[in-house]
Each structure stands twice: as structure tokens, then as C-alpha cells.
Nanobody
Framework: VQLQASGGGLVQPGGSLRLSCLSS????????IDWFRQAPGKAREGVAC????????YYASSVKGRFTISRDNDTNTVYLQMNNLKPEDTAVYYC??????????????WGQGTQVTVSS
């Protein structure tokens, strides 16, 4: 199982980025998928999750209303649209499969992350 997050970069406060999560060797639709982030000196933080069964989505309070998680089964990709970015969103972002088809089961696999830096 290999996951690859991409789409990060440097953006000014208030800007937007869209992260992509691609897999090799398996179908993302079979799993609940999370985005989590890790900033230097801070604990890992779950950002968003999308169910496999019903595509219900869940967000951390710190990003609710600004971030949107979605999946495109045709391209086997999960996205994280991030709007109105803030400096505190600066972190390495990772996508991960969960142990089951619905969110809340814990991370199972994740791969290389992508750096997001929000700064003027």
C-alpha cells in the first residue's frame, strides 16, 4: 500500500491550495480516507475524513468551513480543498487510509506528505 500526497506549496494568508492523494496498488474507494497534518513541535492533528460507505465527511473544528475533503473514484484520488488559509495551517499534510470503511477507526497506512506553508 502506497499513498502519495501532493499539491502543497507556499501561499499567502487568505489563499487556497488543493491537495491530492493518490494510491498505487489499491482502490481508495474501499477505505475511509483521512488527511492529517504535523507541524514542527506540535502533535499530529487529524484535519478531515471521508467515509467509504456514504461519503459523509468530518472536519476538525480548526478547519471546518474552510477545508473540504472529497473523492473522485474515476481517478482514484482524494482531495483536500483548503481555502482562507491561515499561518497556523502551516504543516506537512498527509493522507491516510483508515482500518475500515468509515471514519473513526484510526489510521492504517500513510505515505509521504506534502508541505504547506502559509506566510506573507
Amino acid at each position: 500500500v502506497q499513498l502519495q500526497a501532493s499539491g502543497g506549496g507556499l501561499v499567502q494568508p487568505g489563499g487556497s491550495l488543493r491537495l491530492s492523494c493518490l494510491s498505487s496498488g489499491f482502490t481508495l474507494d474501499y477505505y475511509a480516507i483521512d488527511w492529517f497534518r504535523q507541524a514542527p513541535g506540535k502533535a499530529r492533528e487529524g484535519v478531515a475524513c471521508i467515509n467509504s460507505d456514504d461519503d459523509n465527511t468530518y472536519y476538525a473544528s480548526s478547519v471546518k468551513g474552510r477545508f473540504t475533503i472529497s473523492r473522485d473514484n474515476d481517478t482514484n484520488t482524494v482531495y483536500l480543498q483548503m481555502n482562507n488559509l491561515k499561518p497556523e495551517d502551516t504543516a506537512v499534510y498527509y493522507c491516510a487510509t483508515e482500518a475500515g470503511r468509515n471514519c473513526g477507526g484510526g489510521y492504517r497506512d500513510w505515505g509521504q506528505g506534502t508541505q504547506v506553508t502559509v506566510s506573507s
